[in-house]
């Protein structure tokens, strides 16, 4: 089995029920260790646009790299997720974030995320649940990079998406 950590994020619709579908949907095919709280975010990259609903979650999975892509491919294009302009808005957005401690560098897979270490809506949820995970090609933990980055505006909201038990921190 293979440790992940995963981004979610959508700005159309019913945002927390999107990201509740989501996890569903991963639930069925991986083992779910954890999951952070929903952050507000402002949209990165094209502005104009509604503001994001954002999570991190980590999971356990037996699917090669290249497996787990394109089963979070397809499982965005069954939750309704339509092809948009780049940075765009979007129904749900699944990113892999982390595969163990690999390095993978595809033509359509870059692993860690290229963009993670700096943008705060990925930092702020995934310091949440993995607080002291190293980055394996900067050497950094979740937090410092967290430090590291400027702040855009992110919001953790109060109320619970997921009543269950493995909100917050993976045990070590």
Not at 3 to 22: C, I, K, Y
Request: aromatic share 6%.
């Amino acid at each position: 089995m293979n440790q992940v950590f995963l981004s979610l994020g959508t700005n159309l619709g019913d945002r927390r029920r999107n990201l509740q579908e989501a996890v569903a949907c991963l639930r069925a095919a991986m083992t779910v260790t954890a999951v952070s709280p929903v952050y507000e975010t402002a949209p990165w990259g094209d502005t104009d646009q509604p503001d994001f609903f954002n999570i991190c979650l980590a999971a356990e999975t037996g699917q090669t790299s290249q497996e787990l892509l394109q089963f979070l491919k397809r499982t965005e294009t069954e939750l309704g997720r339509e092809k948009s302009r780049r940075w765009g808005p979007r129904l749900i957005d699944i990113d892999i974030l982390a595969y163990g401690d690999r390095v993978i560098r595809e033509k359509n897979l870059m692993i860690p995320h290229s963009r993670m270490a700096e943008r705060t809506f990925v930092l702020a949820p995934l310091a949440d649940i993995a607080p002291e995970w190293v980055h394996p090609i900067t050497g950094k933990s979740v937090v410092q990079m967290l430090t590291a980055v400027y702040r855009t505006e992110v919001h953790r909201l109060t109320e619970l998406l997921f009543e269950e038990v493995e909100i917050g921190r993976l045990e070590k």
